[in-house]
Structure formats: structure tokens, C-alpha cells
């Protein structure tokens, strides 16, 4: 259960280096990438709701990473964004937060962090995915039970939800 991921970076050694290290050490699935602010939200809009992760870059070839964070704020949930820079001041950190991302990494000293944050975020998914397995069985079994009560194949139940079975005179 890979994380769909998103890289939006301009600079295409940092980018062929962090698609080969994430997909190497981390279940992340590079289905999209970028070099622009318009690339990027065009890219994350039109799959909206199907990507699990964006990795932003701050500057970008055309326009800013700030601006491709603030057009993520209505996402799922389930849906992260991380700021990627060299420039991980506390001022940009503090902007970033304020704008939605749910971590900011530095590229000179912390990509091992991000690398872990990575593979948290897949064992969380992979998490959710098996309680939503879980809840689809479960619905699917009630709705089983409810058409075979219908039918007159199975016990009646109490008010409490309790089967009553009568024993053969």
C-alpha cells in the first residue's frame, strides 16, 4: 500500500535523487512531478482526493511553494503536505505551518526526517486502509444479514439486536 506522492521540484538532480531514494527506502509511489506552481496545483486538482502525499519544493521555476500549500488547505485528511527547501528559516517554517503544511523539512540536514516522516505516513495508511477494510466487510455482512432476515432465512432478532432461536417441539 505505496503513499501516491507528489514531488513539485525545479531542480531535476534533486528530484531524480529524491524519487530514487524515497521509492528505495520508503513505500512512496511517484505517480506526478513538476517544476511550477501551475503544474503542481494543475496536477494535485485534477487528482484530487487520489494522492496521499505532496512534496513541495519552496522555490520553484515559476512561482512559489507557498502558493501550491495554500491551494492544498481543503484537502482530505488523509492527504499530507510537506514543504522540501533549503531555506527552512523560522520564518518560513511559521508561513508554511500557517498555510497547511504538516511538515517542513530542511534539504541540507534533514531528509533522513523526511524519509521517516515518509515512512510513518505509509504505516498510518496502511492503517486506515485496514480499518476501512474492515468497516466494508462488516457493512457488507450487516446488509447480507438484513436481505437474508427479509427472505425468512434467519432467526428473528430482539429490539436489543439479540437472535432468538426456538428449539424444535
Not at 513539485?8 to 506526478?32: K, P, S, Y
Not at 428473528?156 to 437472535?163: D, F, K, L, N, V
Amino acid at each position: 500500500m505505496a503513499l501516491i506522492t507528489y514531488l513539485a521540484e525545479d531542480n531535476a538532480t534533486i528530484l531524480t535523487n529524491l524519487i530514487e531514494t524515497l521509492q528505495e527506502i520508503t513505500e512512496v509511489r511517484v505517480m506526478g512531478c513538476g517544476a511550477t506552481q501551475a503544474e503542481a496545483a494543475r496536477w494535485l486538482s485534477l487528482h484530487d482526493g487520489h494522492w496521499h502525499l505532496a512534496i513541495v519544493d519552496l522555490f520553484l521555476l515559476e512561482g512559489s511553494g507557498l502558493a501550491v500549500l495554500s491551494g492544498c488547505r481543503n484537502r482530505e485528511p488523509y492527504q499530507k503536505v510537506v514543504l522540501l527547501t533549503n531555506y527552512a528559516t523560522p520564518e518560513v517554517r511559521k508561513r508554511a505551518a500557517e498555510l497547511g503544511a504538516d511538515a517542513i523539512f530542511d534539504k541540507s540536514n534533514e531528509l533522513d526526517e523526511l524519509l521517516a516522516y515518509c515512512v510513518e505516513q505509509t504505516a498510518e495508511h496502511k492503517k486506515v486502509k485496514v480499518q476501512e477494510a474492515e468497516r466494508v466487510a462488516v457493512a457488507k455482512s450487516q446488509s447480507q444479514r438484513r436481505k437474508a432476515g427479509a427472505l425468512g432465512t434467519m432467526p428473528p432478532q430482539s429490539a436489543h439486536g439479540q437472535t432468538h432461536f426456538t428449539r424444535p417441539t
